[in-house]
């Protein structure tokens, strides 16, 4: 006799489906106050964000795509519509033989710093107007597991290639 798929109790399948439609519903308002200011997809904003906030403003490509959770060729075309914009440049990578570097341009870090008064309003509006100090840090501290959790089996598809050392 074959047993039953396992299920969700009732309690677990509500904060699974208020956790998708918040996403969901989170997601849609911050992309159209990106694309009406900045002209950008979230992917973008991602990619630039986790660019602009990094001490050297660089990252390789495929620790970019890992970070925001996107397929490395997805994030290629991303990175190639941004350097065509000028906010960002791209190089080969000194640790990687097949691995490509991103680099924020002054032009991305003056876009971002156009964007986020906005996106910030939008996410302080729709994600924590209606809560209390107390309900964030509960917030931080479930989705800190969470991720954690997730990160146990990354979407990571390839180990890292390194240059060969010249002999």
């Known amino acids: 006799m074959v047993s039953p798929p396992p299920s969700l109790d009732p ?7 208020a956790l998708i439609e918040v996403s969901s519903l989170l997601r849609h308002s911050v992309e159209h106050q990106l694309r009406e200011v ?22 390789r490509m495929t620790d970019l795509a890992d970070g925001v959770v996107y397929s490395r060729s997805g994030l290629t075309y991303q990175a190639k519509l941004l350097e065509e914009r000028g906010l960002v440049t791209r190089s ?9 570097t991103v680099t924020i341009t002054k032009s991305g870090r003056t876009l971002l710093t156009k964007v986020f008064p906005g996106h910030i309003e939008v996410v302080n509006r729709l994600l924590f107007e209606s809560l209390t100090t107390d309900d964030v840090d509960a917030l931080s501290n479930v989705l800190s597991k969470v991720r954690e959790q997730m990160h146990l089996t990354p979407p990571r598809s390839a180990a890292p290639r390194r240059r060969k050392s010249a002999s």
Not at 11 to 17: E, N, R, T, V
Not at 92 to 100: L, N, Q
């Open 38 to 59: 900045g002209d950008l997809s979230y992917v973008q904003f991602q990619l630039l964000a986790r660019l602009g906030d990094s001490p050297t403003g660089s990252d």
């Open 92 to 100: 080969p990578s000194r640790d990687d033989e097949r691995g490509v």
């Open 11 to 17: 309690s677990q399948l509500g904060a699974y489906f």
